[in-house]
């Protein structure tokens, strides 16, 4: 049972414009989401996160949307850079019960120059 | 701040032996750390999560018997893979943290783990 679901395994963008990834979750329970940035053999990069008390969270060139009606939320890269390519995650949690994070399957972002 | 180091990067193994991963936050105190696997192309899999000072909690279909998780240190969680098969080759990776929920978990940079 995949709680958090990346349905985009790939995106390519162009240089300049805007990314979106997006995630959907299934348990209403999560209440802290969170996405990371992972290149090969690495491990991932915290990036933004958000608490379900808000809807949107920004920082720099990073947005996160949060819709929690529908389940989804949504990062916006803008304007993206070849360097931004790389495997992204979201992930969620929550802040009650038990404590565990739980990651999406991943969307690979190729950002061409 | 919030370094988490993990060792080694990448190791080889026989199958039949077993191997110790160490994962260590570098400039915290890390009261729970996270035991994740990577398959080619998939997901990060949570295994374990381990407490210091406690024993880890396994997630389904994880067998503890296998992945020996210790904890004994607020900045030291090991990963053991006893008898490794072929089968366990994956990408290991542990995470920390010193916050209570509701905060990033930060990732050491994983270990290759290939058994042959």
């Known amino acids: 049972d995949q709680q958090v679901k990346q349905n985009s395994p790939s995106l390519s963008v162009q240089e300049g414009r805007i990314s979106i990834l997006n995630c959907d979750y299934t348990n209403s329970m999560f209440d802290y989401f969170l996405w990371y940035k992972k290149y090969p053999a690495e491990g991932p990069t915290f990036l933004i996160s958000i608490s379900s008390i808000k809807d949107k969270n920004e920082d720099g060139r990073f947005t996160v949307f949060l819709n929690k009606s529908a389940k989804h939320l949504s990062l916006h890269i803008v304007p993206s850079q070849p360097g931004d390519s790389a495997v992204y995650f979201c992930a969620a949690s929550t802040t009650s019960g038990t404590y565990k994070y739980i990651f999406g399957t991943g969307t690979r972002l190729k950002v061409l120059a | 701040g919030a370094v988490v180091s993990q060792h080694p990067s990448w190791v080889i193994c026989k199958s039949g032996t077993s191997v110790k991963i160490e994962c260590r936050s570098l400039?915290?105190?890390?009261?729970?750390m996270f035991w994740y696997r990577q398959f080619p192309k998939q997901s990060l899999m949570l295994m374990a999560t381990s407490n210091e000072g406690s024993k880890a909690t396994y997630e389904q279909g994880v067998e503890k018997d296998k992945f020996l998780i210790n904890h004994a240190s607020l900045t030291l969680s090991t990963l053991t893979v006893t008898s490794a098969h072929p089968e366990d080759s994956s990408f290991y990776i542990c995470s920390a943290s010193n916050q209570p929920t509701g905060s990033p978990l930060h990732f050491g940079n994983g270990t290759r783990l290939t058994v042959t």
């Open positions: 400039d915290f105190q890390a009261t729970t």
